[in-house]
């Protein structure tokens, strides 16, 4: 009897102890993921979206954000939009429960949960902006922001003068973010002042441009290699969170000369990537100047039309120099600006060409530049100390 009586005492606990850890699985659209947090230790912890499946556990649950609402959330159709969803399983059914709910529900589990657009634009003040500043991120609930990048952008002509992010390893600890936010703020965005872009600009530009090059470059078009392309790398500073910011794009977006941007600005970003894997540092990136055509002797403007509305078109040109303004983030280093030629129409003999003393090899970090960053065709690369560029270099943040 007292066999008996052990075997059941521990027959009931181990069926306890295995509902109790009983694991979940969510799945959702990969290609459009909300935002994922488990609780670790008592440590928010963001989920890797990648597989388009999360398995957690039941007891600790699944905590989900989504900044426009989800969508296909509830196994009972319905087309009210969520931006706060609590995941948790019973009997191997998946349940959700929203802020406002007072019962778990039965939710739909098909693979199709999906979040349009995690990371929005938010009016905010930026730092050296004298234009409209914009923060790029999301909220996680109501009390914490992530942000991946600030812009100074102008309303007017729909353009960033400049775009300032953190180059580091971002952390997957949600209190954490801090360091990593580029507005030095973890406060929630307040939703009244999200700022609504529209992909249009962005694909008249990516469809102009190429006309324009075959129409206007003449013999000079098989050189003008030029595409729209993000002026940072916004997808690498992102690290897990890289399926959120698909809609930085039309934003952060300017012609690039392919081969710059293709060789050595591309080897430029690794370095960047690599030397922050040891300490944070601050990134401030823009164009300045425009390319030009050479013709008999003089330089030919080069512009193409981008239709904003039936009403109003705007004029743009090709930037002539990308830079990069690099500097460690505890503000004890001045840093350095690294400036690329985004043109095939280059000659480092002319005196306007590098117009500051070159301190590229004086960086270590830039060493596996050296060999190439003077390659015409490879985007000519020199370096500036900051005061030297300061009112050079057009959007350049007065720091």
């Known amino acids: 009897m007292v066999r008996l009586l052990l075997f059941t005492v521990l027959a009931v606990n181990f069926y306890i102890i295995g509902v109790l850890a009983e694991t979940c699985t969510l799945k959702f659209n990969k290609a459009k993921p909300g935002l994922f947090t488990a609780k670790v230790d008592k440590n928010d912890i963001i989920q890797d979206p990648q597989k388009g499946f ?53 939710a739909n589990n098909d693979g199709n949960l999906l979040c349009e657009d995690e990371a929005q634009y938010y009016i905010q003040t930026v730092q050296y902006c004298k ?93 003008m290699t030029s595409r729209i392309a993000n002026l940072i790398p916004v997808e690498q500073i992102a690290g897990i969170m890289e399926p959120y910011v698909s809609s930085f794009r039309n934003m952060g977006a300017i012609a690039w000369w392919s081969n710059l941007l293709d060789y050595n600005w591309r080897q430029l970003q690794y370095l960047i990537r690599d030397l922050s894997q040891v300490g944070w540092y601050e990134v401030y990136a823009g164009f300045s100047d425009e390319v030009a055509l050479p013709s008999e002797g003089r330089n030919l403007s080069f512009t193409y039309e981008v239709s904003i509305s039936p009403l109003q078109t705007l004029s743009r040109s090709i930037p002539l120099y990308v830079w990069n303004y690099v500097k460690k983030g505890d503000n004890k280093d001045s840093g350095v600006v690294i400036i690329g030629v985004n043109s095939p129409f280059f000659s480092n003999e002319a005196k306007e060409a590098v117009f500051c003393q070159d301190i590229c090899d004086k960086i270590s970090w830039m060493n596996p530049l050296k060999n190439t960053r003077k390659f015409a065709t490879m985007g000519y690369i020199f370096c500036c100390h900051p005061q030297d560029v300061k009112t050079r270099l057009t959007g350049f943040p007065l720091i």
């Open 131 to 223: 234009n409209t500043g914009l923060v790029y991120g999301f909220n996680v609930g109501n009390t914490t922001s992530i942000s991946f990048a600030e812009i100074c952008y102008d309303l007017k002509n729909y353009r960033a003068e400049f775009v300032h992010y953190v180059a580091g390893v971002r952390t997957k600890l949600v209190d954490n973010q801090f360091d990593f936010n580029p507005n030095n703020s973890t406060k929630s965005f307040p939703a009244f002042k999200s700022y609504t872009t529209d992909d249009k600009i962005f694909l008249e530009e990516y469809k102009n441009l190429p006309v324009a090059l075959r129409m206007k470059a003449a013999n000079y078009a098989n050189l």
């Open 54 to 106: 999360i398995k957690f556990d039941s007891s600790s649950g699944l905590d989900t954000y989504c900044s426009t609402g989800f969508r296909n959330y509830a196994a009972i159709t319905t087309s009210k939009l969520v931006y706060q969803l609590k995941f948790t399983c019973s009997a191997g059914s998946l349940m959700y429960q929203t802020p406002e709910g007072t019962s778990m529900e039965l």
